[in-house]
C-alpha cells in the first residue's frame, strides 16, 4: 500500500478510505463504448428468431451478463419473453430465475433449454398440477390454458392467438447442474 500511495495510485475518500487509481490505458483488451454498436438486431432469418418482437441477440445479453455478473451468480429476468435471457445466463454457467405471466412464454423457455442444455435442471412453478388447478386456469384465461394444454404434446394453435394478459404468473427457475 505504501508503494502505491508513493507512485500517486491510491486515492483517500473524506471518510479516510483508500482507492486505487485504475487507468485506462494500462486495461487489456479494447475498451467498450457505452452505446453498443457491433451487436445489430435480429434479422427475419436468423436462427436464433423465435417470433418475438422484442427478442434481443443472444451474444448482447451475454456481453451484459459477463459485464455485470460472475460465475455461479444469478441472473433475473422478470419478464422473460422467450428465453434469452436464461439461456445466455445458462451459457455462462450462472443459476438463473425467469418470470413471465403468459404459458406460451413458458413453453417457449422450456423448448429453447431442452434444445440447449438439455441436462439441466430447473423448476417451473405455476403451471397446472393437477385437474382442478387446469380447470382454473381454463376458467381464468382459456387461451393460456389452451397454450399450456398444447404445450404438453408440443403443439400450437393454429389461429396463433397468444392469449390475453389476464391470465396466472407463471416462473421458471432453473440451476445448473
Not at 482507492?19 to 453498443?36: H, M, N, S
Not at 451475454?62 to 460472475?70: D, K, Q, V
Request: proline share 4%; charged share 25%.
Amino acid at each position: 500500500m505504501e508503494a502505491l500511495a508513493a507512485d500517486g495510485r491510491l486515492y483517500w475518500s473524506k471518510t479516510g478510505r483508500p482507492y486505487l487509481k485504475r487507468y485506462l490505458a494500462e486495461q487489456k483488451g479494447t475498451a467498450i463504448k457505452d452505446v453498443i454498436t457491433d451487436i445489430g438486431p435480429l434479422s427475419a432469418q436468423s436462427k436464433e428468431k423465435l417470433g418475438y418482437s422484442t427478442q434481443k441477440p443472444e451474444s448482447l445479453l451475454e456481453r451484459i451478463i459477463l459485464a455485470s455478473s460472475n460465475e455461479g451468480d444469478v441472473v433475473l429476468d422478470p419478464f422473460c419473453g422467450c428465453g434469452t435471457t436464461i439461456a445466455a445466463a445458462a451459457n455462462l454457467k450462472r443459476r438463473w430465475i425467469g418470470i413471465d405471466i403468459t404459458h406460451v412464454s413458458v413453453t417457449l423457455q422450456k423448448a429453447r433449454l431442452t434444445d440447449t442444455h438439455p441436462d439441466i435442471q430447473y423448476e417451473v412453478i405455476g403451471e397446472p398440477q393437477d385437474v382442478a388447478s387446469a380447470r382454473r386456469l381454463a376458467s381464468d384465461d382459456r387461451f393460456q390454458f389452451e397454450w399450456w394444454a398444447l404445450s404438453l404434446v408440443g403443439a400450437k394453435p393454429r389461429h396463433g392467438e397468444t392469449g390475453t394478459s389476464k391470465g396466472k404468473k407463471a416462473q421458471i427457475r432453473g440451476l445448473m447442474a
